[in-house]
């Protein structure tokens, strides 16, 4: 391997460095060198050590969490498309068109992360040759997020409009990876909400022609079947109706919803596969168990305050079937603990990741125009994330203060 | 009665080539060297030319802007050089040693009638009140100053350290000596003396508020002691003696002599037989590490890996330093599957938990100077924090600073830190931000502030 460093930096970068024949595209030479390598640098003054750790494993170790989910979403599109068309039944064995699920699946997940990928790390090199900076890696994370929060059938050149003015418009202008307020994979997914609604909300979370789907499979989501049940057009006997796909052997059962064989978006759907990623982050200390927990009892708390009132059908779900559905848990997990856009400090990582758990519920419920409160909760948390801090940091401040007095007097 | 304090955060990095308890014979060193570089922020005016026959304790420089404040030779004989850097900046003043090693004679002080002003004046001229520092700022103490309390670290917890008790065996009465003395500076104000929980040597101390410390580095960070036992609020300062360099005072004030020695640790997985040394500070590196270190692509770092300077053989000794250690060179590329940031990395300690040693606390490393990665902007959070054990947000400080806001640095509590209680943060970072580098620039701009 030394050999190739070698021709590497002997034959190849000359080419890529001032005066080359590529020198434009130097910024991609150096992605990738130092992708493949580390550099042969040394610390010069501070610590002469310095830990393992960089920002590209901390990145990949992410990536590694969300793979679970990845895979299920792969499988779980197949399942719902096979499902819709009444090829396979739901008692049937989860074995059944295995690899035509899969294969299906994967024809349908694939583009959408090449896509997401292409799109943003071509606006990344472009703009880091543009400002003479290296490539940060902050976009190994997101690129991966954004398809496994789509919807399967969005049009793929929606995906890369999204993604790019995600990466302009959510991160650049700010200065990049690290100074960014807003997540830049709920960027995308709110710009596609707000510019294609028709596509990223109502009944497109089935992949597939709908006219060939089986009497009654609308392509809705549990969160869309829910919200019928509030506002004027309810109907007590559309309630009931709808309260009966979630009892326990209804279609949005506790166990399928956690278990995540219900339509969704790519990734979002299996509460299991989330929480092995959960653990994997909170594992290697790269999530902020903070938030997580936080997250969780917020929404808990907030689901619980519904559940006592009652007053609709929506209200009457039992909190923890609640927050095992839509992108909850996904927001939770990956989502909420961005370290950038996420509150900082100890004190605060606790109350932000409380309040985005409520307001994700609050918002689900009392506006069911958003189903998806979850993105609309942390994008919201996002721009509160600094107040928060600095509440703390001020409380700080003013112990400091206070202890300077108590000395004089 | 002593109290107890326990430090929870922080981190032992577990390095190989921890020092044998055993005293080496330290090779001979003609030159002798007094660097001002050592003493931060200093501009030396020189007293000696080339070519002039000094005494150990006649002074060499003094500083330029408090010129009481003298650095003197630390051994007897003839000035040979004074090396001067770009714009003629002093970079060392060489003094080649004679043998027979005489001494400026001061006289003893009797410590139980001196008084304080003649007793800081006496240390002034000796050339010694440099072992005396203060915070803020982590500068040479200011004699005009009145500290609200003198602090002495009894230990360093910093890696591959000194065992404070080896160093200090057999030198108490010198210790107590320094301590009274320190007592007289302190006019009535407290003298703290923290110590290692269970470490033995210091504990019958007298005249002194003894406090005892436990948990992992920068427990023995003397700004860590402070800021549990006495934190520092603008316009206050504490002084601050090493424990070696109370041995120092101890002696002057017996002796009347400017006779400085210290027992260093030779540390570090590229040295052939880890032991100690007893020296006199301005030695050369090489009296220390000849014969003794391996072959090949190393570092020489005077003091320790953390807080320490880039050295070499033909180098000498940083002024404050009780320890060399010598690591590999981190200078190979390293794959990104075998070495690199996805491979299994058995031999890389993290204070994240994202290699698989953190499962093994008790492994040693064999550590380079690679940085693992590449410079970033802050992405990741609370990692400072878990190694800091400060009541002080370090991130929100660093980054006061970085945008030179004077008030929120004062108002996040700059003047209770020095560049060394951030080294593990240094340490730590998954951006590879070379935080020392930049508190020591906000304690410069604030510094310059009150000049």
Known sequence: MKGLHKFLVEKVKPNFTEGGKLSKFYTLYDALETFAFVPPHVTHNGTHIKDGIDLKRTMFMVILAMIPALLFGIWNAGHQHFLALGEIARTDDWTMLFGDKVLYGLSKVLPLIIVSYVAGLAVEIFIASIKKHSV????LVSGMLIPLIMPLDVPLWMVAAATMFAVIIGKEVFGGTGMNILNVALTARAFLFFAYPTKMSGEVWISGDKSEFVDGVTG??????????VGSAATEAGDRAVQTLFASDGIYSLWNCALGVIPGSVGETSSIAILIG?????FTGIGSFRIIASFFVGGLVMATIFNLFGANAYMQMPPLHQLVMGGFMFGMVFMATDPV?????????????????????????????????????????????PLIDHYVIQSNIRRRTKRAKLQVA | MSSTYKIKKGVNIGLVGESAKELGAAGSSEVYAVRPQDFHGLIPKMLVKEGAEVKAGTPLFYDKSNERIKFSSPVSGEVVEVLRGEKRRILAVKVLADKQNSFEEFGPINLSAAK????????????????????????????????????ISGFDSSPLAPDSDFVIKGKEDLF?????????????????????????????????????????????????????????????????VAAQDVINLGRFFKTGKHELKKTIALTGSEVNSPKYFEITPGVMVKAITKGNVKEGNIRIISGNVLTGSTSSEDDFLGYYDTQITVIPEGNEPKFLLTKGWLGPGLDKFSISHAFPTWLLPKKKYKLDTNPNGELRAYVVTGQ????????????????SILVNDIEQMENLGIYEVAPEDFALCEYACTSKIQVQQIVREGLDNLLAEFK
């Open chain 1, 136 to 139: 940060q890696e902050g976009f």
């Open chain 2, 176 to 240: 107590q000596a320094g301590i009274d003395g320190l007592n007289v500076i302190a006019d009535g104000k407290p003298v703290h003396l923290n110590l290692r929980k269970g470490s033995s040597a210091l504990k019958g101390m007298k005249n002194a508020q003894i406090s005892e410390f436990s948990g992992p580095h920068p427990a023995g960070n003397v700004g860590v002691q402070i800021h549990q036992i006495s934190p520092l609020n603008k316009g206050e300062s504490i002084w601050t």
């Open chain 1, 341 to 385: 856009t996420a509150a900082q400090t100890a004190t605060g990582k606790i109350i932000y990741g409380f309040l985005g758990g409520l307001l994700s519920i609050l918002i689900r419920v009392v506006n069911p125009a958003y189903p998806e409160g979850v993105m609309m909760a942390i994008l919201f948390m996002n721009v509160m994330a």
């Open chain 1, 220 to 229: 809705a989501t549990a969160l869309g079947e829910l919200a019928t049940t």
């Open chain 2, 384 to 399: 400072y924090e878990k190694v800091f054990p400060f009541d002080i947000y370090p991130v929100q400080l660093v980054k």
């Open chain 2, 116 to 151: 304080r002003d003649t007793l800081i004046d006496s240390i002034l001229n000796a050339g010694l009140w440099p072992l005396i520092k203060q915070r803020p700022f982590d500068v040479i103490a200011n004699p005009a100053d009145h500290p609200k309390a003198i602090f």
């Open chain 1, 278 to 282: 959960a653990l994997i982050l909170i």
